[in-house]
């Protein structure tokens, strides 16, 4: 029997996984943790020693790696995204709703992000659960999006004159990259099997066959009822912690309260399936 203790976080978003060592997972393990994720969400870790390669072994645990076109990576490891913050810099990465990838037509499964330098308080990161999101929706809400499908592009954040071209941030602008793709409004998860909202104020431009502004009133509810914080979480990093979360059922916000520090995390992006 797996001596694995997952520990849901209530009325939140995701459990935190105890009593494992990633280093050395058993199929016991790995059959808890698989349901674990597709149960929560997000799965979080404490006291871990991952080296890079552990990192992309354990990755690989879970399927292909799907490396980010964007971010900078990690000297030697092209799948591992650098995730920095420097002293002097202002922006940060991911400092507002989204989920990771959904610009992709193939959407990647999720996200493992480890902890390498952390700020002496402060750089947590918000996750919110886009099951709870679905299901607390109205019903008139509900059919409303049932079978709307939404356009997510990632022009205005890495593209030419959009948010991470600065001179802080140049590195991640690639306008030959990008892209977008059409995505159902309720996905039904490819793993728990359960429908999630899947739209996210990061990526999500549009309904498909309407406008931006004929989207946004019926867009905009749907990102303020998924900001209600009785389905969020709050993550306080440690030396040691490990989120894993799912870019189907969760949307993260990377707090940016810690300027004049280092922060500094690796992250391996999981390849997923098309939605429907
Ligand atoms: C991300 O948005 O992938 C980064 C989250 C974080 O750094 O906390």
Not at 53 to 60: P, S, T, Y
Not at 75 to 89: C, F, H, L, W
Not at 138 to 163: M, Q
Not at 202 to 222: D, N, V
Request: glycine share 8%; net charge negative.
């Amino acid at each position: 029997m797996p001596s694995i203790e997952i520990r849901k976080h209530v009325g939140g978003c995701g459990a935190e996984v105890l009593g494992v060592d990633l280093n050395d997972l058993s199929d016991a393990d790995m059959a808890a943790l698989r349901r674990a994720y597709a149960d929560n969400g997000v799965i979080f870790f404490r006291d871990q020693a991952l080296t890079e390669d552990q990192h992309i072994a354990f990755a690989r645990r879970w399927g292909e790696i799907d490396v980010n076109r964007f971010f900078p990576h990690i000297d030697g490891y092209p799948e591992i995204a650098k995730v920095s913050k420097e002293r002097e810099q202002k922006t940060n990465i991911g400092g507002g709703w989204h989920t990771d990838h959904s610009y992709d037509q193939v959407p990647a499964m999720g996200s493992i992000l480890v902890a390498r330098v952390l700020p002496s308080k402060g750089g947590d990161t918000l996750f919110a659960d886009m099951y709870k999101a679905y299901e607390a929706l109205d019903e008139e809400t509900r059919a409303a999006i049932a079978g709307l499908k939404a356009v997510h592009s990632n022009a205005h954040v890495f593209g030419s004159n959009a948010y991470y071209d600065n001179p802080e941030r140049a590195e991640f602008s690639n306008d030959a990259a990008v892209g977008q793709a059409v995505h159902p409004v309720v996905i039904t998860h490819p793993l728990s099997g359960r429908k999630a909202l899947y739209v996210n104020p990061g990526f999500t431009i549009r309904f498909e066959g309407q406008s931006a502004e004929e989207s946004r009133p019926l867009l905009h509810k749907l990102f303020a009822h998924a900001m209600k914080p009785e389905f969020h979480s709050r993550f306080q990093w440690r030396p040691g912690s490990i989120a894993f979360w799912d870019n189907r059922a969760t949307w993260h916000f990377a707090v940016n309260d810690y300027h004049g520090e280092e922060r500094l995390m690796h992250r391996i992006t999981v390849a997923g399936v098309a939605l429907n």
